[in-house]
Nanobody, 122 residues
Framework: VQLQAFGGGLVQAGGSLRLSCAAS????????MGWFRQAPGKEREFVAV????????VYADSVKGRFTISRDDAKNMVYLQMNSLKPEDTAVYHC????????????????WGQGTQVTVSS
């Protein structure tokens, strides 16, 4: 599975962005898909994950109620709708895929895409 995230940009605090992740490969629908982010000088952290069947989603406490993860298996796409953005959401956002079921740890993910920069100004 090859992944490419896009849709980042510069937005003011309180604004919204929608990130997209395009996946290649016929087995996309069998993978749980996650979003992670990494701010300068910090470790990569979990943001959200959606199971292969879309039956389960998990969010980091820091984004719960503001971010929504979704997927469209017909288009091999995963999305992250980000609302009420805060300056602390500034980071490079990466999408990732795993066959191990939805998880919050980076080591569970076998495939990673290049990130997209999100910058939230105060």
């Amino acid at each position: 599975v090859q992944l490419q995230a896009f849709g980042g940009g510069l937005v003011q605090a309180g604004g919204s962005l929608r990130l997209s992740c395009a996946a290649s490969g016929r087995t996309f629908s069998s993978h749980s898909m996650g979003w992670f982010r990494q701010a300068p000088g910090k470790e990569r952290e979990f943001v959200a994950v959606i199971s292969w069947s879309s039956s389960s989603t998990v969010y980091a406490d820091s984004v719960k109620g503001r971010f929504t993860i979704s997927r469209d298996d017909a288009k091999n796409m995963v999305y992250l709708q980000m609302n009420s953005l805060k300056p602390e959401d500034t980071a490079v956002y990466h999408c990732a895929a795993t066959t191990l079921g939805p998880g919050v740890m980076t080591y569970r993910y076998e495939y990673w895409g290049q990130g997209t920069q999100v910058t939230v100004s105060s």
